[in-house]
C-alpha cells in the first residue's frame, strides 16, 4: 500500500470485513485496450511452529532460501506482482514505455478461507476496479526435474469442487444378533465399488496440449510413452496410456473426473446396530462435467437401491481459457526469453482458485508459479519450513514484468 502509494501510482485500500484488506492499484494506459490484471494473496494458513526449523513470520533467508509462511503461496507472487507495478510505473516516467492497457494491481485477504471476502467481494462490490481482459493469479508451477528447469504450467481451467453424501438404508437392532442388511456393510460395499470403479478418462484441448508437450521432454520412459499416447486421438491408445498415468495420481487427477471418500459417519453404540450410515464423497469434476451426471454413473456402479446419494455441495462451473490467447503468448514468450529451453504448456488445475470467479466474471484469467522449483520444494507449500529459493523469485518477477510488458505496452517503434 506504501510501497505502490508513496512511488504515485493511484492506490485504494477497502475493507470488506473486520480484519480484511484489499488493496487495488492501477497504472492508466491509452484505454486503445481492455486493462491487465496482476492478482494475489496477503492471507496464509497457519502453521505448526513447532515443526519449522525458523521463525515462520520473519522472512529469514538461508541457504539460499527465503523461508516463511507464504513464501511460496502466495507473497511470492504478491511480491513479484508489486514489484512488476513499480518498475512498470518508472519506465513509463522514465519515457521507456507506453502503455496501451491499463495494468491493475489486485491484492486480498481471505482466499484460504474461501474467498468471498476476497475476489467473491470485489466482484460483488466493485466490479468496475477489477474489470479486465486478462489476469494472471496463482496455480501454476515451474518445476524443475532432474536439476533443470523442464515446464512451465499455466492452468487455464480448473476442475470444479463438489460435495456428495452416500447413505446407506438397513435395519436396526443388537448387535449380539447379525443382521444380513446390516447398513454400516451396505455403506462399506459402495464405497469400495466407488473405488474400485474410477471414472472414465475425458481429454480436454487443455490436458490434450498439455501431455503433447510434456511428452517431448518427460525423463521418465514408460511415463513420456504414457503421455504421448494419451495425447493421440487413437482410443486404445489413449486407454492404455491413462492406464499408465494411473500410477501417478496427481497426472491421473487431470485426465478424468475423481471422487475421493473423505468421512464416514454411522452408529450411535458399540452394541447397537445403526438402521443409517453415511460417507461423503468429495467429487472434482472435469469442466463440463455435470454433477448430476456423476451422481447417476455412481448409482449404476454402487447398484444398490438401498444407498442413496444427494448432493450437499454443487460446485460452479467456469469457462476454460483459450490457451492461444495473447496473454498466454506473452506468458510463454517471456519464459522463453528467459530461459528458451522451458517448455510452456497449459495445465488444467485440480484444485480450486479465484481464477475460477474470474472466469466467471468474464475476465481471461492464467495461473502461473513462475518460481522455477524442485517438486519437494513445492511440496512445502501449507507444510512447514515452507520457502522458495531467492534465484527463483528473481525469475519470476522478470517473468511477470516482461509478460505484462509484453501485453500491456505499445509496440516501441525502431
Ligand atoms: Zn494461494
Same mark, same amino acid.
Given at each position: 500500500?506504501?510501497? !505502490?502509494?508513496?512511488?504515485?501510482?493511484?492506490?485504494?485500500?477497502?475493507?470488506?470485513?473486520?480484519?480484511?484488506?484489499?488493496?487495488?492499484?492501477?497504472?492508466?494506459?491509452?484505454?486503445?485496450?481492455?486493462?491487465?490484471?496482476?492478482?494475489?494473496?496477503?492471507?496464509?494458513?497457519?502453521?505448526?511452529?513447532a515443526?519449522?526449523?525458523?521463525?515462520?513470520?520473519?522472512?529469514?533467508?538461508?541457504?539460499?532460501? !527465503?523461508?516463511?509462511?507464504?513464501?511460496?503461496?502466495?507473497?511470492?507472487?504478491?511480491?513479484?506482482?508489486?514489484?512488476t507495478?513499480?518498475?512498470?510505473?518508472?519506465?513509463?516516467?522514465?519515457?521507456?514505455?507506453? !502503455?496501451?492497457?491499463?495494468?491493475?494491481?489486485?491484492?486480498?485477504?481471505?482466499?484460504?478461507?474461501?474467498?468471498?471476502?476476497?475476489?467473491?467481494?470485489?466482484?460483488?462490490?466493485?466490479?468496475? @476496479?477489477?474489470?479486465?481482459?486478462?489476469?494472471?493469479?496463482?496455480?501454476?508451477?515451474?518445476?524443475?526435474?532432474?536439476?533443470?528447469?523442464?515446464?512451465?504450467?499455466?492452468?487455464?481451467?480448473?476442475?470444479?469442487? %463438489?460435495?456428495?453424501?452416500?447413505?446407506?438404508?438397513?435395519?436396526?437392532?443388537?448387535?449380539?444378533?447379525?443382521?444380513?442388511? %446390516?447398513?454400516?456393510?451396505?455403506?462399506?460395499?459402495?464405497?469400495?465399488?466407488?473405488?474400485?470403479?474410477?471414472?472414465?478418462?475425458?481429454?480436454?484441448?487443455?490436458?490434450?496440449?498439455? +501431455?503433447?508437450?510434456?511428452?517431448?521432454?518427460?525423463?521418465?520412459?514408460?511415463?513420456?510413452?504414457?503421455? &504421448?499416447?494419451? &495425447?493421440?486421438?487413437?482410443?486404445?491408445?489413449?486407454?492404455?496410456?491413462a492406464?499408465?498415468?494411473?500410477?501417478?495420481?496427481? $497426472?491421473?487427477? =487431470?485426465?478424468? =473426473?475423481?471422487?475421493?471418500?473423505?468421512m464416514?459417519?454411522?452408529?450411535?453404540?458399540?452394541?447397537?446396530?445403526?438402521?443409517?450410515?453415511?460417507?461423503?464423497l468429495?467429487?472434482?469434476?472435469?469442466?463440463?462435467?455435470?454433477?448430476?451426471?456423476?451422481?447417476r454413473?455412481?448409482?449404476?456402479?454402487?447398484?444398490? #437401491?438401498?444407498?442413496?446419494?444427494?448432493?450437499?455441495?454443487?460446485?460452479?462451473?467456469?469457462?476454460?481459457?483459450?490457451?492461444?490467447?495473447?496473454? +498466454?503468448?506473452?506468458?510463454?514468450?517471456?519464459?522463453?526469453?528467459?530461459? #528458451?529451453?522451458?517448455?510452456?504448456v497449459?495445465? @488444467?488445475?485440480?484444485? &480450486?482458485?479465484?481464477?475460477?470467479?474470474?472466469?466467471?466474471?468474464?475476465?481471461?484469467?492464467?495461473?502461473? $508459479? #513462475?518460481?522455477?522449483?524442485?517438486?519437494?520444494?513445492?511440496?512445502?507449500?501449507?507444510?512447514?519450513?515452507?520457502?522458495?529459493?531467492?534465484?527463483? @523469485?528473481? +525469475?519470476?518477477?522478470? $517473468?511477470?514484468?516482461?509478460?505484462?510488458?509484453?501485453?500491456?505496452?505499445?509496440p516501441?517503434t525502431?
Amino acid at each position: 500500500m506504501e510501497a !505502490l502509494g508513496g512511488a504515485g501510482i493511484e492506490t485504494r485500500l477497502l475493507q470488506p470485513a473486520p480484519l480484511r484488506a484489499a488493496v487495488v492499484a492501477r497504472l492508466r494506459g491509452s484505454g486503445a485496450k481492455q486493462a491487465v490484471l496482476l492478482m494475489a494473496h496477503m492471507d496464509v494458513v497457519g502453521v505448526e511452529r513447532a515443526h519449522w526449523s525458523v521463525d515462520p513470520f520473519a522472512g529469514e533467508v538461508r541457504d539460499g532460501y !527465503l523461508y516463511g509462511r507464504g513464501a511460496i503461496d502466495d507473497k511470492g507472487m504478491l511480491a513479484s506482482n508489486l514489484m512488476t507495478m513499480l518498475l512498470l510505473h518508472r519506465a513509463v516516467r522514465a519515457g521507456e514505455l507506453s !502503455l496501451e492497457r491499463d495494468v491493475i494491481f489486485v491484492a486480498t485477504s481471505d482466499e484460504e478461507a474461501g474467498g468471498d471476502w476476497g475476489m467473491g467481494w470485489l466482484i460483488a462490490n466493485y466490479p468496475e @476496479l477489477i474489470r479486465a481482459e486478462f489476469a494472471l493469479n496463482e496455480g501454476g508451477r515451474t518445476r524443475i526435474v532432474g536439476g533443470k528447469p523442464l515446464y512451465l504450467a499455466v492452468q487455464s481451467a480448473e476442475k470444479v469442487a %463438489n460435495v456428495l453424501r452416500l447413505t446407506a438404508h438397513g435395519s436396526g437392532g443388537h448387535g449380539s444378533v447379525p443382521l444380513d442388511d %446390516n447398513a454400516v456393510a451396505r455403506l462399506g460395499r459402495a464405497v469400495a465399488a466407488i473405488h474400485a470403479s474410477p471414472l472414465p478418462v475425458r481429454l480436454l484441448p487443455t490436458t490434450r496440449r498439455f +501431455f503433447r508437450e510434456l511428452s517431448r521432454v518427460w525423463p521418465n520412459e514408460p511415463e513420456r510413452v504414457a503421455m &504421448a499416447d494419451v &495425447a493421440s486421438d487413437e482410443p486404445a491408445r489413449v486407454e492404455h496410456g491413462a492406464r499408465v498415468l494411473r500410477a501417478v495420481p496427481l $497426472l491421473d487427477a =487431470t485426465l478424468r =473426473t475423481t471422487v475421493s471418500p473423505t468421512m464416514l459417519h454411522a452408529g450411535i453404540a458399540p452394541n447397537v446396530i445403526p438402521t443409517e450410515a453415511s460417507a461423503t464423497l468429495n467429487v472434482r469434476t472435469l469442466p463440463g462435467h455435470r454433477i448430476d451426471d456423476v451422481v447417476r454413473d455412481l448409482q449404476r456402479i454402487i447398484d444398490d #437401491p438401498l444407498v442413496e446419494i444427494a448432493v450437499v455441495d454443487r460446485g460452479e462451473d467456469s469457462p476454460t481459457c483459450d490457451f492461444a490467447s495473447p496473454m +498466454f503468448v506473452a506468458i510463454a514468450e517471456a519464459a522463453h526469453a528467459l530461459n #528458451p529451453e522451458l517448455i510452456v504448456v497449459p495445465y @488444467l488445475g485440480t484444485g &480450486a482458485t479465484d481464477s475460477a470467479r474470474m472466469r466467471r466474471f468474464g475476465v481471461q484469467a492464467f495461473g502461473v $508459479l #513462475p518460481y522455477p522449483m524442485e517438486q519437494a520444494d513445492e511440496e512445502r507449500m501449507h507444510g512447514n519450513d515452507e520457502r522458495i529459493p531467492l534465484g527463483a @523469485l528473481e +525469475f519470476g518477477t522478470r $517473468l511477470i514484468y516482461d509478460a505484462i510488458v509484453r501485453i500491456a505496452s505499445t509496440p516501441q517503434t525502431t
